[in-house]
C-alpha cells in the first residue's frame, strides 16, 4: 500500500473516533451523519483493498468495513 493512502487511512479512522467522542455525548444524532460516515467508510474500505495486490494482512481494510457496517447499519436501521 503506497504510504499517502495509508496516512488518509489512520486520519479518516482518528477523525471517526473523534467524532464518536465529540457527538456521542449528545443526546441526538441526525441519520445522516451516520450514513454519511458509513459511506465514507465504504469508499476508504474501495480504495485501501484495491492497494493490495498481494495476499497481506489488511488490517486498515478490516477496520473500515467495520465502520461501514456499523455506521452505515445504525444509520439506516436504528437512527
Not at 473516533?17 to 476508504?44: E, N
Amino acid at each position: 500500500m503506497s504510504k499517502p493512502f495509508q496516512i488518509a487511512s489512520i486520519i479518516i479512522i482518528v477523525l471517526t473516533v473523534l467524532w464518536f467522542f465529540i457527538f456521542g455525548i449528545d443526546k441526538y444524532t441526525p441519520q445522516w451523519q451516520y450514513l454519511a460516515a458509513g459511506g465514507i467508510h465504504f469508499l476508504m474500505a474501495i480504495v485501501i483493498n484495491r492497494q493490495f495486490v498481494n495476499a497481506q494482512y489488511n488490517y486498515l481494510g478490516f477496520i473500515h468495513i467495520i465502520f461501514m457496517i456499523a455506521l452505515g447499519g445504525y444509520g439506516y436501521f436504528f437512527a
